[in-house]
C-alpha cells in the first residue's frame, strides 16, 4: 500500500514537473501560445503583431522663392529646340521668341515645329546675334524666363493621389502670362498657363496609387512677356496641394 502511494505521489511530481517546463497547447497570458509535439523534441512560439500606419500626404519644395529683374534678366546657357523623342523642358535661363510669335496658340506651334528658342539677357527681347548691325526678324520679339525647382511629395492612399496648384498675386494682371509644368522622369505630366489671377486648383499630376516613397516631381515655371506686360513691381504665390482622389 505504502508502495503505491510513493509511486502515484512520484507521477504528480513528474507530470506536475513537465507542466511547469511544458505546459499544455493554448493561450498562456492572452498573447503568447507554447506547442510541442508529445516527444518534446521541439517547440514552437506564435507572436501576434499590431501595426497602426496613419494616412499621410506630405510636400517637400527644394525651392520657395524666385526672383526675377528684368533689369538684368538671366540668359539662359544656349539655345533650345524642343524634340518630341527626348522632351525635356529648356534650361533655366531667358530666350527670344520670334515677334512673329504672338499668341500661346502661335507659342504652342511654334515649339512643336522645333522653332529655335535664343538665350538673352536684355528687355525688350533684341539682339544682333549675327553681327551685322541689323535687327532682323527673328533677332527680336518676345522674352521667357524659365526656372526649375523639384517638388518632393509623399502619399501612402491606396485610392491614389492628386497634386493641384492655385495661383494668387497682385497685382491680379498686367504681368505677362505664367506658366507651370509638371514633368516626373521628365515625362509630361499637366500644365497650365494665365495672364491673370487668382486660377486654379488645377490638376496637374495624378496617379491611381500611393507614391512608392518619396516621388520626385520637376516643376517648371515660365513667364513670357509678351508685349502686353505693364511695368511694375508683381507678387505672384503658387500653392501645391496633395490629395486623394
Not at 548691325?133 to 511629395?153: P, W, Y
Request: proline share 9%; aromatic share 12%.
Amino acid at each position: 500500500m505504502r508502495k503505491w502511494w510513493i509511486a502515484a505521489l512520484t507521477l504528480a511530481l513528474a507530470v506536475g514537473y513537465a507542466q511547469v517546463n511544458f505546459p499544455s497547447e493554448g493561450d498562456l497570458d492572452g498573447n503568447v501560445e507554447e506547442l510541442w509535439d508529445e516527444n518534446h523534441v521541439q517547440a514552437a512560439v506564435k507572436e501576434k503583431v499590431k501595426v497602426i500606419i496613419p494616412p499621410r500626404y506630405a510636400l517637400h519644395l527644394t525651392e520657395d522663392e524666385w526672383n526675377l529683374n528684368l533689369n538684368n534678366p538671366p540668359a539662359a546657357p544656349g539655345p533650345y529646340v524642343f524634340y518630341p523623342q527626348n522632351p525635356r523642358p529648356p534650361a533655366e535661363g531667358c530666350y527670344l521668341v520670334p515677334k512673329a510669335v504672338k499668341t500661346r496658340q502661335d507659342l504652342i506651334n511654334y515649339t512643336l515645329s522645333g522653332g529655335v528658342f535664343r538665350p538673352i539677357g536684355t528687355y525688350p527681347a533684341a539682339k544682333d546675334y549675327n553681327g551685322d548691325g541689323k535687327l532682323s526678324d527673328d533677332e527680336k520679339g518676345t522674352l521667357i524666363c524659365v526656372n526649375h525647382k523639384v517638388l518632393q511629395k509623399f502619399s501612402n492612399d491606396p485610392d491614389g493621389w492628386q497634386l493641384s496648384v492655385s495661383v494668387t498675386g497682385t497685382p491680379t494682371s498686367g504681368f505677362g502670362y505664367f506658366g507651370l509644368a509638371d514633368l516626373i522622369n521628365y515625362v509630361p505630366m499637366g500644365g497650365f498657363s494665365t495672364d491673370s489671377l487668382p486660377y486654379g486648383p488645377h490638376v496637374v499630376a495624378q496617379d491611381p496609387g500611393p507614391t512608392g516613397g518619396w516621388l520626385d516631381d520637376l516643376i517648371v515655371e515660365g513667364f513670357w512677356f509678351d508685349g502686353s506686360e505693364l511695368d511694375g513691381t508683381y507678387t505672384i504665390d503658387v500653392t501645391f496641394t496633395l490629395a486623394g482622389l
